[in-house]
């Protein structure tokens, strides 16, 4: 989400400030001259009512009083009627009291001249009354004159006081207009002011800010309506309305953002939806209360809830109820049981466990239970009931050969390791006997894999009853087995007596699918703890004994002695140095001719590999071949003799071939054929001068890739020929496999013709086949004048041996051939 800054200044909240001021100034103005009028007003009305009418009124007041006094003592009665003169006198003096009244009210400076007239107009009075009723009219009406003219000069005085008052009264009356039209003057001014200030400042910020307000407020209510495709109006502005489109367009970006969320969770929830209805495991989550909250299909299907039993809000309670309803059967009704009682343990515990439970109806079911904050819970049904059955077979895999039923090498290293602990313990000794049987693959050749089977069975069956009980047989393998002879003093003697009785059974016939199987054992002993404490060792003891009788032959018993350790780190250290062999260049090739016994000469020569070990001299390919296999090593030296062969060979004349021998664990890596072709390319030698010797092992193993292999070599042009025959152990059938050009036939046929009429038959019926076959017989191991005379008898077409040539180095090839160039002829 995207937050808002703050911006500073903000012109907005200035303008709406100038036009409040202005209008807080126009109102104080205004205020101002009403309350400057107002005072105004009061204090020249109060003025005006004070010293104009009030003083007015009073002088009139007096002037009235001094009128009726006036004419009281102008018709004052004359001396004949005195009590009514009397009543006169009296009634002037109370008018005059009541003008003096007046005048000390008024406390106006003006009346002070009436005021000191008073005195003598009421003296003048009593007088011209005294003289009516005393005098003379005349001295009467002199008084009466006198009194006049005071009383003249007093109502005179009280005129001019009464006009002066009617004046400052006008005067306050003028000024209160004149000031009443200078406040409405400024009022005027101050309105028009306000108004000419005010409207158009108050319409530009109506049309500036409420226009774009409006706008924004229309923005906001299309997003709230989920319409984010509106643009968001007046955000390059800088002032306050900028900063709320501004928050505006974050809002709409965060509700962009709430969109595309939004989207989002649905996606996922989507997806939620599939990965829980598809998920291996059943699913349930309850709340606090024990109510459904979600399951997934799974755990519908595991229990066979419908859909209305199985929606969020069921309690556990409900689920169990229909469960145990349908499953009736003690068993079955476990689940509620303990639905239930997982269901309270975990609300209150809020542990995390898995359980096992069996259903009625045989399943068994795993349910791994985890807490939910805050209370409920989340579990996983597994239906695990393939899988106890799979687990049980896997132990029973795990520790029996299923084959035979025996043992295994896992169980029997079991058994070796508990032995080795007693033993430890000084209970004990024990031996321990590798089994390889002999002739076992002949039987699984030639028998096929159905009749192997069986014999390994029927051999597990004799060995388990040739040893005691307590003694532990086993299978490692193959044709490899292996027994654990206990006992409290179990040695060589006991070891060999059990070996001579393994022999025994095992050398009797079998009987299997209707034939008659001979095979036997070879066994390497070891002894515990003489010759190893630890499984391992023993193991690698008992095996390096096995080794070495099966080197001395069929059917031997060794037991392990220090001394063959020797000879292993002998063949080790050859295998070490064999590494660098060919690096170092002590690898040679020599050749050894071949030659045709029908007058051809020498055909060819067959290449055999040297080693010139720099310590010990020459050492037999008898000897470092098999190692070369054993450690692959033989690649890069097969390799290295084909390529020699080829270049060799080239400088001989063309009908000559060479011959290279091949070794089975060479058709194993894929690039033979590949490796054929260079050797050929790069010495440019033709293919049809070359042959490649096998030998009947190579087709022991996979048959139909290995003819394949020598199909297409043959395409190339190369011929093949089958090497050693005779010594293996169904020849006749290996013809068949493959339709070789030549057969050499071993040379232990050939050293014994002289002396065994039925070899020269075999050799004679060997010949006879191949020529049918359509293929040449080479004999081998010719030494002797009379070896000759007989591969010529038996039918041979070509012949090998120290009588013509041993292997010699390949610059020797070209000065044997020359001494030979009438070899035919002699061979002849
Ligand atoms: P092989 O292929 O049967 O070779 C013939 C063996 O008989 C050679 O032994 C040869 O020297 C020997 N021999 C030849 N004529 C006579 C004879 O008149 N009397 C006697 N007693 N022996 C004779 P070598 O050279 O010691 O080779 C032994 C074996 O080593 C070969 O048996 C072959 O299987 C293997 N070998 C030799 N060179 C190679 C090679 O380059 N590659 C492979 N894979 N194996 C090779
Ligand atoms: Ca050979
Ligand atoms: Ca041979």
Redesign the pocket.
């Known amino acids: 989400m995207i937050r808002v800054a703050h911006v500073l200044p903000r012109p907005v909240a200035a303008q709406l400030y100038c036009v409040a001021a202005t209008a807080v100034l126009a109102v104080i103005g205004l205020a101002l001259a009403a309350v400057s009028y107002t005072t105004h007003s009061t204090y020249t009305v109060t003025a005006l009512r004070d010293d104009g009418i009030t003083a007015a009124g009073l002088a009139a007041d007096v002037e009235l009083l001094l009128e009726r006094h006036r004419r009281m003592i102008a018709s004052a009665p004359s001396r004949y009627d005195r009590l009514e003169m009397r009543t006169s006198a009296r009634n002037a003096e109370d008018v005059a009291r009541h003008i003096e009244d007046l005048v000390a009210q008024a406390k106006d400076p003006f009346m002070g001249g009436v005021a000191a007239s008073l005195p003598v107009l009421v003296g003048h009075a009593r007088r011209a009354l005294f003289l009516r009723a005393t005098a003379t009219q005349n001295e009467a009406d002199t008084a009466l004159q006198d009194y006049i003219r005071v009383a003249n000069r007093m109502q005179d005085q009280i005129h001019l006081h009464r006009s002066e008052r009617i004046d400052v009264a006008k005067a306050g009356v003028d000024q209160l207009v004149q000031r009443g039209e200078t406040v409405a003057g400024w009022i005027l001014v101050l309105a028009i002011a306000a108004v000419v200030l005010l409207g158009p400042m108050s319409a530009w910020i109506i049309r500036g800010i409420v226009g774009r307000l409006t706008a924004i407020t229309d923005t906001m209510r299309r997003l709230a309506n989920t319409d984010t495709a509106v643009a968001v109006p007046s955000i390059a502005d800088a002032d306050e309305i900028g900063d709320m489109a501004r928050a505006v367009q974050v809002f709409k970006s965060n509700a962009l953002a709430l969109q595309a969320n939004q989207k989002e969770i649905e996606k996922l929830n989507g997806w939620f939806d599939i990965a829980l209805n598809n998920m291996a495991r059943g699913l349930s989550m309850f709340d606090s209360e024990q109510h459904l909250i979600v399951c997934n299909r799974t755990y519908r299907e595991l229990y066979n809830l419908p859909a209305e039993i199985a929606k969020p809000g069921t309690s556990l309670a409900q689920i169990a109820g229909y469960w145990a309803e349908r499953n009736p059967g003690a068993a079955a009704a476990a689940l509620p049981a303990w639905c239930l009682a997982e269901g309270a343990a975990l609300s209150s515990s809020g542990f995390a466990h898995t359980e096992t439970h069996s259903l009625g109806d045989g399943r068994v079911i795993n349910v791994s239970y985890q807490a939910l904050d805050g209370g409920g819970w989340v579990d996983l049904h597994e239906d695990v009931t393939e899988k106890r059955r799979a687990e049980w077979r896997i132990s029973q895999l795990a520790h029996f050969d299923p084959l035979t039923g025996i043992a295994n090498r896992h169980y029997f290293l079991e058994c070796l390791d508990r032995a080795l602990k007693r033993a430890a313990a000084g209970e004990e000794t024990f031996a321990v006997l590798w089994l390889d049987l002999d002739r076992f693959k002949e039987v699984n050749d030639t028998l096929g894999h159905p009749a192997g089977d069986v014999l390994l069975k029927l051999v597990s069956e004799r060995l388990t009853s040739a040893v005691r009980s307590g003694d532990q047989v086993a299978r490692l393998g193959g044709d490899e087995f292996a027994i654990l002879q206990w006992g409290a003093a179990v040695g060589e003697t006991e070891a060999l007596a059990l070996a001579a009785r393994v022999c025994d059974v095992l050398s009797a016939p079998f009987s299997i699918a209707g034939q008659t199987v001979s095979i036997g054992v070879s066994i390497g002993v070891a002894l515990a703890p003489a010759h190893g404490d630890t499984a391992d060792g023993l193991i690698r003891n008992a095996d390096i004994a096995l080794y070495q009788a099966k080197s001395a032959g069929r059917g031997t018993t060794i037991v392990f002695c220090h001394e063959f350790e020797h000879r292993i780190s002998a063949r080790r250290r050859l295998q070490t140095d064999l590494k660098t062999a060919a690096e170092l260049g002590q690898m040679e090739?020599?050749y050894?001719p071949i030659v045709g016994l029908r007058h051809q000469g020498v055909l060819g020569c067959?290449?055999?590999?040297?080693w010139r070990h720099a310590e010990r001299g020459m050492v037999?390919?008898?000897e470092f071949?098999p190692l070369?296999?054993e450690t692959g090593l033989?690649g890069d030296?097969?390799r290295f003799?084909l390529r020699q062969?080829c270049r060799d060979a080239v400088s001989w004349p063309v009908t000559m071939k060479v011959a290279?021998?091949?070794?089975a664990a060479?058709f194993v890596a894929l690039d033979l054929v590949e490796t054929v072709r260079n050797a050929l390319l790069d010495a440019g030698l033709p293919a049809t001068r070359l042959e490649l010797?096998v030998?009947e092992t190579l087709l022991l193993q996979d048959n139909a890739r290995t003819t394949g292999i020598l199909h297409e070599l043959r395409g190339m042009g190369v011929s093949i020929a089958l090497?050693?025959f005779g010594t293996g152990y169904a020849s006749l059938s290996y013809l068949r496999s493959f339709p070789f050009d030549k057969i050499?036939i071993?040379?232990t046929f050939?050293?014994d013709l002289p002396d065994r009429p039925d070899c020269v038959a075999i050799v004679k019926a060997v010949c006879g086949l191949a020529a049918t076959l359509g293929m040449t017989t080479v004999a081998?191991?010719?030494?002797t004048a009379a070896?000759l005379a007989r591969v010529k008898e038996a039918g041979c077409d070509e012949a090998?041996?120290?009588?013509f040539c041993?292997?010699v180095p390949a610059d020797e090839v070209a000065s044997f051939l020359a001494q030979r160039v009438p070899m035919g002829a002699t061979a002849g």
């Open positions: 090739m020599h050894q067959e290449a055999l590999m040297r037999s390919p008898a071949i070369a296999e033989i030296l097969g003799a062969a290279v021998n091949l070794s060479q010797e030998t090497d050693d050499k071993d040379q050939v050293r081998e191991g010719v030494e070896h090998q041996g120290y009588l041993r292997p």
